[in-house]
């Protein structure tokens, strides 16, 4: 019985080359499950900071008769994970500070060259500029759009001998995105666009003196989208 992902997820699950992972935040464990019934798949670590998704985790996993390939642990980010047990970490559908911070915590993981395949929810731009602070590169991209939401994956990799030189774009909106001119990106542009437009004509109907800085904000905000869709998208 093969586990069906949503969209989001199984784009996440493609970015995964390595044979060892382990799954931060793994919730009902199904990105797990389905990385461990791929045969190029050694060992999974399925692990979770609560206690009622690691039962549930526990339980999936067990339906699937995968006990023997995947190991599943109560740990808060990184704790539980010995430096060198896994060879990529899987972090998904959590804020983007929450996601810098368990990053943090496992630097030593980080320093030891663990890959990553990420999806904040959240603050996107803020997990590029980690990376990079930290000697990452991102080395794919992807972007979707699931039930009116849009969602972005990245897979960085350990620097070593490697320059790259990031811009404000590439941590704004992806360096792989935009080398990609990925059609999601630019749906999100426009569509960005025409919300804060829509934004700005209420604001400015209302009259208010205090609304006068948030339209300027989001007027900003559109010429720099619009800028970006003359310079990546033509």
């Known amino acids: 019985m093969e586990v069906r992902l949503s969209k989001r997820m199984q784009a996440v699950a493609d970015m995964v080359q390595e044979k060892r992972v382990v799954d931060i935040g793994c919730d009902h464990a199904f990105v797990s ?73 496992g ?11 990420l999806q904040p929810q959240s603050d996107i731009p803020e997990v590029r500029r980690y990376l990079d602070s930290v000697g990452y590169i991102i080395e794919d991209e992807d972007m979707l759009i699931e039930d009116g939401k849009y969602y972005t994956i990245m897979r960085a990799v350990s620097r070593n ?22 059609t999601v990106l630019r749906e999100y542009l426009v569509f960005s666009n025409e919300k804060n437009l829509t934004i700005v004509e209420k604001l ?6 205090k609304s006068k800085d948030r339209v300027k904000q989001l007027l900003d905000e559109v010429d720099y989208s619009k800028n970006i869709l003359d310079k990546y998208f033509q």
């Open 204 to 209: 400015r109907a209302s009259g208010s003196d």
């Open 161 to 182: 001998e490697k320059t790259v030189e990031y811009t404000a774009d590439d941590y704004n909106y992806g360096p792989i995105l935009l080398k990609k001119m990925h």
């Open 107 to 117: 630097k030593e993981h980080l320093e030891n060259g663990i890959n990553l395949v």
């Open 33 to 105: 499950i389905y990385l461990a019934q791929k045969p190029d798949i050694e060992r999974v670590i399925a692990m979770d900071v609560k206690t009622g998704p690691v039962d549930i985790a526990k339980a999936n996993i067990a339906a699937y008769m995968l006990a023997d390939k995947i190991d599943v642990r109560m740990s808060d980010g990184f704790d539980k994970l010995s430096v060198g047990e896994a060879d990529a970490a899987v972090i998904a559908g959590m804020g983007g500070y929450l996601m810098i911070d368990i990053l943090e915590a």
